[in-house]
């Protein structure tokens, strides 16, 4: 699945420090419509709900997520990703019962 656009939002602060998010937005219809609008600022508001609940970072690495992530995004990157999923099938956690054969 792409990635979204990953100049679509930007993130800038206001003078007392709280973060801002930008949404780059086209007109709906005519010449120039292209996307969607609500989807592009439903991301944006829920990257803003992430920097201002827990500051968006990464529980494998503790880095900053980047802003070109999913809105959804949970790690900073693939690796990380990965990696905690293979610490998780270490633990025994999410591993297919001996039952389910493949696939
Ligand atoms: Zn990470």
């Not at 930008?22 to 292209?34: D, M, Y």
């Amino acid at each position: 699945m792409p990635g979204p656009a990953p100049f679509g939002i930007s993130y800038d602060e206001n003078p007392d420090g709280r973060p801002i998010v930008l949404a780059e937005v086209w007109p709906t219809s005519g010449f120039l419509a292209q996307g969607n609008r609500r989807h592009r600022l439903a991301r944006a508001k829920a990257v803003l709900h992430k920097l201002t609940r827990d500051g968006w970072t990464c529980p494998e690495c503790g880095g900053h997520v980047p802003m070109t992530r999913r809105a959804d995004a949970v790690y900073c990157r693939e690796a990380c990703r990965k990696r905690a999923k293979r610490k998780r099938q270490a633990l025994g956690a999410g591993v297919r019962p001996s039952w389910a054969l493949w696939p």
